[in-house]
């Protein structure tokens, strides 16, 4: 069975532009999980959708967005990009509230 | 607030034993996970806990005190690729929802 799969794996983007970062679940997986990775900040979660509904929200300011569609594919989107921004983003798919397996993220670079 | 604890920081010698701990306060409890993150890469699971008491899978076990809040994940005969952070994490309740609440990690290093 294939994985979590991400693209782009790393993108470089400018201060101002915006991004739209793409996740594809395991199949039969629902729930799409969102994470924001920085080195000391830890796992930082951004939003979780299932059945194309968000269910659960981080505490990250509205830039960054996200949606699912009816084959369970998740895509976060981040406007108006600013440094703070370049971080590694890992999505991450479950059945229901099970174990999550993690994609291999997008390196984002802000310059 | 929901809050996770686990040390920072660990070393340990190859062949050896270690405990990992973490203990947390959250809204309701709906299962605790261990990961493990290679530098550079993204979790993979270890173990899942939703009922107290030890939880064996090979050279890693999980224990659960849901009393205590606590958690440990135990590594038996270590070696040089445990070297990783280990990640705990708490399914708590949020609203009609529930979410997971993530620790820092804990950096392993294990040396010959």
């Known amino acids: 069975k294939a994985g979590v799969t991400q693209t782009p794996r790393y993108l470089i983007k400018t201060r101002g532009q915006q991004v739209t970062l793409s996740c594809s679940p395991i199949?039969?997986?629902?729930?799409v999980s969102w994470y924001q990775q920085t080195p000391g900040q830890g796992l930082q979660f951004l939003f979780e959708?299932?059945?194309?509904?968000?269910?659960n929200k981080g505490n990250f300011p509205g830039r960054f967005s996200g949606r699912q569609f009816s084959n369970s594919r998740s895509e976060m989107n981040v406007s108006t990009l600013e440094l703070g921004d370049s971080a590694l983003y890992l999505c991450?798919?479950?059945?229901?509230?099970?174990?999550?397996?993690f994609g291999p993220g997008t390196r984002l670079t802000v310059l | 607030g929901q809050n996770i604890d686990q040390p920072t920081e660990m070393t340990a010698t190859e062949g050896a034993i270690v405990q990992i701990n973490c203990t947390y306060q959250?809204?309701?409890?709906?299962?605790l996970f261990w990961y493990q993150q290679h530098a550079g890469e993204a979790p993979t699971f270890l173990s899942y806990?939703?009922l107290d008491g030890l939880e064996e899978k090979g050279r890693f076990s999980s224990f659960l005190s849901r009393s205590k809040g606590y958690s440990y994940l135990l590594l038996k005969e270590l070696q040089m690729k445990d070297s990783a952070s280990y990640l705990c994490?708490?399914?708590?309740?949020?609203?009609?929802?529930?979410?997971?609440?993530w620790g820092l990690g804990t950096s392993l290093a294990v040396n010959p």
């Open positions: 991450a798919s479950s059945k229901g509230y099970n174990e999550q397996f």
């Open positions: 199949s039969g997986h629902r729930s």
């Open positions: 959708y299932f059945s194309e509904t968000q269910r």
């Open positions: 959250t809204s309701g409890f709906n299962g």
């Open positions: 806990n939703v």
């Open positions: 994490a708490v399914r708590a309740n949020a609203g009609n929802n529930r979410k997971l609440i």
